[in-house]
């Protein structure tokens, strides 16, 4: 079955290049940026640039750490490297405001020594969370590179007395930093929530930060339409260093092996190394239940009505992306391939620009928030849910293909006998991949939403810009909750009973 | 009655070229060193590969252009005979119909089959639960079941020790080709071909030769075969 999958290259194509053909038709194809504007530019590369530059750096001493030594709890730091990825922005937000913000633990251990306070709030906070984010990711990255240094060449640098570090790690080094840059450039070059939540000003405001300003504030579509175009190309230049560098596989497995050393010495900055970076991806942890806890006592009207909203956008989106990343799949070709790639490129912010630009004339853009909501998260988790699911339909063919041909399985009979009894696991992760993003997202609803249509990370923002943080944090441990419970029941799901 | 004509078969550097045809109820073995294309025969003759040239047909009918299910054809392949996911039953279901529908009909001609291949009683088993005789004795059910005229094996018995081996061929045998299918088998084992082959297809530098006469072949072989069988 072919047409599934070329109505859901459709319909990315049209989310995408569409919306921002809309933006740049309502800009007038004229890009005429102003200082403030160049500023936002700057500010989006720069800041990205570093976040990504102190992630790979900062990974290697840990991946290094990991890697070689055996010690207990090394699986559960392992799994807790894959956390960020499903853990809800805004969330992990209030967290490091509990460990970097004003009253937060820094401040208070700084205060012993008769420190003054430091602030969260800025480029730096705008970075330190990027690094939070991606510093993970990084590590897993890199740790996965030294996993696949075939042990012999270990024994073999070792029977020779060689020097591993030049002979073996730097040349991995090598290969493996440049993708692992590329992509956490690119994901920090699209985060809006934490620009919108730590940064703005003039000196920490992104090209995205700017267009939701421009829409939500100023109503100048012409201005956002602009700025859309230029995170478009932002985005797309990135993606396509991204290709060159190799894109990583990022949602790798199989990282609880230990390389087996055989050089002495190390222990201590080993040591150190996992030590810094548990507490610094455990402390902000820790905040968000500490400080959730107290909240969950006064909780503010409306959550759970935003709870449903969030859950009902969150199981929509799953559900799309889920048929999109089928369709796709099963299509497969180039045109498959450029819809799973597409949306990397595309900013949830610029296609919600450019829904708003479309459907503004037409309708009120509040009235199908929700709707537009859905479908913006859908085609953003696309890329995720593909590349968990086309390889395992893939092995499906390649398995059984043959046996299904013979069969005459074609259609709908080879969807349920074949592909989705051997996809089980892959479709259950990426169900609840989407739906942990989904439930998280920050982005299109900022723009659209009306006074009664926040969901939850909605809410949140609201509650911080209120100066309710204790609300916030109530709510983020509840977001926080409904989003690994989610999780969890689809993963699950798919693993239930799942035959061979 | 399987006939090749001209048929012309190429992929990259490879290429093997068949012009000949069988008789009906034959058991024709198919013989020859590793990489000279049997496999790829039966998989052009099964219709996973369309050959550059030439036609295959069966009873007069152009099968060229025919989806492999279309084909009065049931194949056995080296492994992956059976759908894991799903029961023996199931599998066998699917023999019948593309859409794995169940009926009381359906369950007692399934039941049948597994009776007469000696799984009795096994169809609500997934194959893991199954020994590996056990799976090719479900496959070979299927194949009954699917009931076409013209029956591939390309060595889905490999897998098995010499004697299970022996013991699925004969199964093979007695219910395929005891009812006047045509069986066309690829083999390595020398001994495979004399315990059940009528015929024997040599395929080798780029051609497969017509079905010879086995046992007479087998007795005195030209300098190919000779070369391959280490003689």
Redesign the interface.
């Given at each position: 079955m072919r047409w599934p999958g070329g109505i859901a290259a459709g319909l990315v194509i049209a989310l995408t290049l569409g919306t921002l053909g809309a933006v740049a038709w309502r800009a007038g194809f004229a890009l005429r940026l102003g200082p403030a504007d160049w500023a936002a530019i700057r500010f989006t590369v720069w800041q990205a640039a570093l976040s990504a530059a102190l992630s790979v750096t900062l990974a290697v001493p840990v991946a290094r750490a990991l890697a070689r030594r055996r010690f207990f709890g090394r699986a559960a730091l392992v799994t807790l490297l894959g956390a960020p990825f499903i853990l809800p922005v805004i969330v992990a937000v209030i967290g490091l405001i509990g460990v970097f913000g004003r009253g937060g633990l820094l401040n208070e251990a700084l205060a012993l020594f008769g420190l003054g306070p430091v602030s969260v709030y800025g480029w730096h906070g705008v970075v330190l969370a990027h690094v939070f984010f991606n510093l993970p990711l990084a590590v897993r990255l890199i740790l996965q590179g030294w996993l696949a240094i075939p042990a012999e060449r270990f024994r073999l640098a070792a029977s020779l007395g060689a020097p591993v570090g030049r002979l073996l790690e730097w040349p991995m080094l090598r290969a493996v930093a440049p993708g692992a840059f590329a992509v956490i450039f690119l994901i920090c070059l699209t985060s809006f929530a934490v620009a919108l939540t730590l940064g703005g000003g003039p000196r920490a405001t992104t090209v995205e930060l700017a267009i939701y300003q421009a829409v939500r504030f100023d109503f100048d579509l012409g201005r956002a339409a602009m700025l859309a175009v230029v995170q478009f190309g932002l985005c797309g230049a990135a993606a396509m260093a991204l290709r060159a560098a190799g894109a990583p596989e990022t949602l790798g497995a199989g990282l609880d092996r230990v390389v087996e050393r055989h050089e002495p010495g190390g222990r201590l900055i080993d040591t150190l190394a996992v030590a810094l970076a548990a507490l610094f991806l455990m402390a902000p942890l820790a905040m968000i239940v500490g400080r959730g806890l107290p909240g969950l006592l006064e909780l503010p009207a409306g959550l759970w009505a935003a709870a449903a909203r969030s859950i009902a956008v969150a199981l929509g989106a799953t559900a799309l992306t889920l048929v999109m990343a089928l369709a796709l799949a099963l299509r497969g070709g180039a045109l498959a391939r450029l819809s799973m790639l597409l949306p990397l490129a595309a900013s949830g912010l610029v296609m919600g620009t450019g829904l708003f630009v479309v459907l503004h004339p037409v309708i009120a853009p509040r009235d199908v928030a929700l709707v537009v909501t859905m479908l913006v998260n859908a085609v953003m988790a696309l890329p995720f849910a593909a590349r968990v699911l086309a390889p395992a339909v893939a092995q499906a063919e390649a398995?059984?293909g043959?046996?299904a041909?013979?069969?005459?399985?074609?259609g709908l009979?080879r969807l349920?006998?074949?592909i989705l009894?051997?996809i089980r696991r892959p479709l259950g992760f990426a169900a609840g991949l989407t739906a942990a993003l989904s439930m998280g997202d920050l982005g299109v609803i900022a723009l659209f939403a009306g006074d009664g249509q926040a969901t939850l990370p909605l809410l949140m923002v609201r509650l911080m810009s209120a100066y309710r943080m204790e609300q916030a944090a109530g709510v983020a441990l509840v977001l926080l909750a409904i989003s690994l419970a989610l999780f969890w029941a689809f993963d699950r799901g798919g693993r239930v009973d799942a035959?061979? | 009655m399987l006939r090749l004509e001209r048929l012309e078969i190429r992929q990259g550097d490879f290429a093997l070229s068949a012009d000949w045809a069988l008789g009906d109820g034959s058991i024709c073995a198919v013989m020859g060193p590793s990489g000279g294309g049997k496999s790829t025969l039966l998989a052009v003759i099964a219709g996973f590969l369309a050959p550059q040239a030439g036609r295959v047909s069966w009873g007069g009918r152009d099968l060229t252009g025919l989806a492999p299910a279309q084909r009065p054809i049931s194949i056995l392949f080296q492994d992956n005979n059976l759908f894991p996911h799903l029961t023996i039953e199931r599998n066998l279901a699917l023999g019948l119909d593309p859409r794995g529908q169940l009926d009381a009909a359906r369950r007692t001609e399934i039941a049948r089959v597994l009776e007469r291949v000696g799984l009795a009683g096994l169809g609500e088993r997934r194959p893991a639960a199954l020994s590996g005789g056990q799976q090719s004795r479900a496959a070979l059910a299927r194949v009954l079941l699917m009931d076409r005229p013209l029956v591939l094996l390309d060595e889905p018995f490999a897998a098995l020790g010499p004697g299970l081996r022996m013991e699925m061929l004969d199964l093979a045998r007695e219910v395929l080709a005891g009812e006047g299918r045509t069986l066309l088998m690829v083999s390595h084992a020398p001994g495979d071909a004399a315990r059940i082959a009528s015929d024997i297809v040599l395929v080798d530098a780029g051609r497969a030769a017509p079905p010879a006469a086995a046992a007479p072949l087998l007795a005195d072989p030209p300098p190919a075969l000779r070369a391959y069988l280490g003689r």
């Open positions: 398995g059984h043959r046996l041909d013979s069969l005459g399985l074609h009979s349920r006998w074949l009894p051997r035959a061979a | -």
